[in-house]
């Protein structure tokens, strides 16, 4: 295919200045979401506010980031996804710079409100630009590798927001995020200055295709269900705020369900949510990405009260999953290439079930590396388990929709996320309620925490199971378009086509 370099982002010539800024990009998404947990204390302490309040600084975000993904998502399918990726750095820059230069906790929360949109943004266009970038059975590699630089902003964060707040001040976290982005926008802007605008690319073109209705229904239907799960988490599932957010859900979804039934050019089309395979699939990563907010939260409680851990020593030992995932994530992601996704997701699902199994027998003298090579079995068993159903997902985007799915890939983040958080609290505090001292307690929330994790896995495998018998059924099937076509046509790009240019 003929390589345009001067109108082609995607092209050749483009293609490692495309992929530095991506990485430049995702590296300050994983540390922010790492380095402003630690500095809310010192928020709440500063500004004299309450922890409910402090704690919106971490909330606002996500709730922004996860109502907006499917918007941002189809913006990327009809514009360009380089443009929503570079306006996500330009948001991410600003809501910075504000959080930079607030003088109180409400403007921190704004701030914050504003990454979110860019972090929105980021998430629903990279996993189009891959798809763009790469040929789809090549896709698990640079995937991998982007994940992992995420992943190790995310390790950095705590222990660099911990130094810049005591050696200089809080205001210095956000600050670090400047310079970074601004690097990771440069080469976006030189690329699509080369552009050109083609006609029926202006504002009236645009909204003809956006579906601003559903993007509505989709923002509320999205920003209520991760602050349902939020507030459960902290103040149980029959409190008012959950219910209120619930049936927010509820109508918001059945709306939009309407809706999209009726709208010549959906936001999303339904179908995609009734096909087996991806259900199958989206079904898989939220009970991996449920799994993974389980074990953050119950292990550090089983550390410092059932095994007398320091706090230091705790945050030490989980860098056991949490490193070992970064770094096996670009060796998953090309086996993934190799061996193909499900296999990948088959052999991380077992390994999952497997760690989870032998974990049901810790009690409180387990000492430190069976601590220890438990985590990091769960760290490998994660870096399967991520990137191959990532890569699995995105295979099945049809052209013209690869913003849809990566939008739609990255709204399971924070969704399945707080669920797991709301999920594993509960349990962990229904089995702690069986014990009378502080360590019988640790010990027995932490058993009943494994418990529900060793039957998240157990559903992964049956899930796969699934998989594998709706792949041998509809071999020579899969979506395109309102109906389906041969395999060959949508979900892989043939070898002939190379890399996909737009």
Same mark, same amino acid.
């Given at each position: 295919?003929?390589?345009?370099?001067?109108?082609?982002?995607?092209?050749?010539?483009?293609?490692?200045?495309?992929?530095?800024?991506?990485?430049?990009?995702?590296?300050?998404?994983?540390?922010?979401?790492?380095?402003?947990?630690?500095?809310?204390?010192?928020?709440?302490?500063?500004?004299?506010?309450?922890?409910?309040?402090?704690?919106?600084?971490?909330?606002?975000?996500?709730?922004?980031?996860?109502?907006?993904?499917?918007?941002?998502?189809?913006?990327?399918?009809?514009?360009?996804?380089?443009?929503?990726?570079?306006?996500?750095?330009?948001?991410?820059?600003?809501?910075?710079?504000?959080?930079?230069?607030?003088?109180?906790?409400?403007?921190?929360?704004?701030?914050?409100?504003?990454?979110?949109?860019?972090?929105?943004?980021?998430?629903?266009?990279?996993?189009?630009?891959?798809?763009?970038?790469?040929?789809?059975?090549?896709?698990?590699?640079?995937?991998?590798?982007?994940?992992?630089?995420?992943?190790?902003?995310?390790?950095?964060?705590?222990?660099?927001?911990?130094?810049?707040?005591?050696?200089?001040?809080?205001?210095?976290?956000?600050?670090?995020?400047?310079?970074?982005?601004?690097?990771?926008?440069?080469?976006?802007?030189?690329?699509?200055?080369?552009?050109?605008?083609?006609?029926?690319?202006?504002?009236?073109?645009?909204?003809?295709?956006?579906?601003?209705?559903?993007?509505?229904?989709?923002?509320?239907?999205?920003?209520?269900?991760?602050?349902?799960?939020?507030?459960?988490? #902290?103040? $149980?599932?029959?409190?008012?705020?959950?219910?209120?957010? /619930? @049936?927010?859900?509820?109508? &918001?979804? *059945?709306? %939009?369900?309407?809706?999209?039934?009726?709208?010549?050019?959906?936001?999303?089309?339904?179908?995609?949510?009734?096909?087996?395979?991806?259900?199958?699939?989206?079904?898989?990563?939220?009970?991996?990405?449920?799994?993974?907010?389980?074990?953050?939260?119950?292990?550090?409680?089983?550390?410092?009260?059932?095994?007398?851990?320091?706090?230091?020593?705790?945050?030490?030992?989980?860098?056991?999953?949490?490193?070992?995932?970064?770094?096996?994530?670009?060796?998953?992601?090309?086996?993934?290439?190799?061996?193909?996704?499900?296999?990948?997701?088959?052999?991380?699902?077992?390994?999952?079930?497997?760690? #989870?199994? $032998?974990?049901?027998?810790?009690?409180?003298?387990?000492? /430190? @590396?069976?601590?220890?090579? &438990?985590? *990091?079995? %769960?760290?490998?068993?994660?870096?399967?388990?991520?990137?191959?159903?990532?890569?699995?997902?995105?295979?099945?985007?049809?052209?013209?929709?690869?913003?849809?799915?990566?939008?739609?890939?990255?709204?399971?983040?924070?969704?399945?996320?707080?669920?797991?958080?709301?999920?594993?609290?509960?349990?962990?505090?229904?089995?702690?309620?069986?014990?009378?001292?502080?360590?019988?307690?640790?010990?027995?929330?932490?058993?009943?925490?494994?418990?529900?994790?060793?039957?998240?896995?157990?559903?992964?495998?049956?899930?796969?199971?699934?998989?594998?018998?709706?792949?041998?059924?509809?071999?020579?099937?899969?979506?395109?378009?309102?109906?389906?076509?041969?395999?060959?046509?949508?979900?892989?790009?043939?070898? &002939?086509?190379?890399?996909?240019?737009?």
């Amino acid at each position: 295919m003929e390589d345009n370099g001067k109108n082609n982002p995607f092209s050749e010539k483009n293609h490692r200045a495309l992929v530095v800024s991506m990485c430049l990009a995702l590296f300050v998404m994983g540390l922010d979401m790492g380095v402003v947990n630690v500095i809310l204390p010192e928020l709440q302490t500063v500004f004299d506010t309450t922890v409910s309040r402090t704690m919106m600084v971490a909330t606002v975000y996500f709730m922004i980031m996860a109502a907006f993904q499917l918007f941002f998502g189809r913006c990327s399918d009809v514009v360009n996804p380089v443009a929503v990726f570079l306006a996500g750095v330009i948001f991410f820059f600003l809501g910075s710079l504000i959080c930079v230069v607030s003088q109180t906790i409400f403007q921190i929360i704004a701030g914050r409100a504003v990454q979110g949109f860019g972090a929105a943004m980021l998430g629903a266009s990279f996993g189009a630009i891959i798809l763009h970038l790469r040929a789809r059975e090549q896709i698990g590699g640079l995937l991998g590798m982007m994940v992992m630089v995420m992943s190790l902003g995310s390790i950095i964060g705590p222990p660099l927001g911990g130094f810049l707040t005591q050696r200089f001040s809080w205001h210095w976290v956000f600050a670090i995020n400047l310079p970074i982005c601004l690097l990771a926008a440069i080469p976006l802007v030189w690329m699509l200055k080369l552009r050109e605008r083609k006609p029926g690319q202006g504002l009236a073109a645009f909204m003809q295709r956006i579906d601003p209705v559903g993007a509505v229904l989709s923002v509320f239907m999205f920003a209520s269900l991760p602050m349902a799960f939020s507030t459960a988490a #902290s103040s $149980g599932w029959k409190s008012l705020p959950v219910l209120l957010f /619930l @049936l927010a859900f509820v109508l &918001s979804a *059945a709306l %939009f369900v309407f809706w999209e039934k009726r709208v010549s050019v959906p936001l999303i089309r339904l179908d995609i949510l009734t096909n087996s395979r991806v259900l199958v699939v989206i079904g898989i990563k939220v009970f991996v990405l449920m799994i993974i907010n389980g074990v953050m939260l119950i292990y550090p409680f089983f550390m410092v009260q059932g095994l007398g851990f320091s706090v230091g020593r705790t945050g030490i030992m989980m860098l056991a999953c949490a490193g070992v995932m970064a770094v096996l994530t670009p060796v998953t992601g090309r086996l993934s290439d190799r061996l193909g996704p499900v296999r990948v997701m088959g052999a991380g699902g077992l390994i999952m079930l497997g760690v #989870s199994l $032998g974990v049901l027998f810790f009690d409180a003298q387990a000492g /430190l @590396l069976l601590v220890f090579f &438990s985590l *990091a079995g %769960f760290g490998v068993a994660f870096a399967g388990m991520t990137i191959s159903s990532t890569v699995q997902l995105l295979r099945f985007a049809a052209r013209g929709e690869e913003g849809v799915f990566s939008g739609l890939n990255s709204l399971l983040t924070p969704v399945s996320g707080s669920l797991g958080l709301a999920v594993f609290s509960f349990i962990y505090a229904m089995g702690a309620k069986s014990a009378e001292t502080d360590a019988g307690r640790a010990l027995a929330g932490f058993q009943a925490g494994i418990i529900g994790i060793v039957s998240c896995a157990g559903c992964i495998v049956l899930m796969l199971c699934l998989l594998r018998f709706a792949r041998e059924k509809t071999q020579t099937v899969e979506i395109t378009g309102r109906n389906r076509v041969p395999q060959s046509r949508s979900t892989d790009i043939s070898q &002939s086509e190379g890399k996909r240019h737009v």
